[in-house]
């Protein structure tokens, strides 16, 4: 399910657009899980780069509407980070127990 997941972008723009790229992706970090959706935004990421810098304008607007239709986490990171822990309490937002008597 999740190697289906990674080949999305490569079904939704169709194999033709990938004939003449060849890629290597490593990643490191995080889960199996988290490891999947970044190699799937990676490969979405650089076909778009790879149409505007070799391609045409067009092709590059018609395969981020194809991707942008389907999924915006293709191309749009999520920002959503672990907060630091603070002081005066056990996470980032509890805090102690206080009392007044």
């Known amino acids: 399910m999740l190697r289906l997941k990674a080949f999305e972008p490569i079904l939704l723009a169709g194999r033709s657009r990938f004939k003449d790229i ?3 992706i490593r990643v490191r970090g995080g889960g199996k899980t988290s490891q999947i959706y970044s190699i799937r935004q990676a490969i979405a990421k650089s076909l778009v780069a790879y149409y505007q ?49």
Do not use: H
Request: proline content about 4%; charged content about 45%; overall charge positive.
């Open 22 to 24: 060849d890629m290597r």
């Open 53 to 101: 810098k070799y391609v045409d304008e067009a092709a590059k607007k018609e395969v981020k509407e194809i991707f942008g239709r389907y999924d915006r986490t293709l191309l749009v990171a999520d920002p959503r980070r672990c907060e630091p822990k603070k002081f005066g309490g056990r996470g980032a937002r509890a805090r102690f127990q206080k009392s007044y008597r």
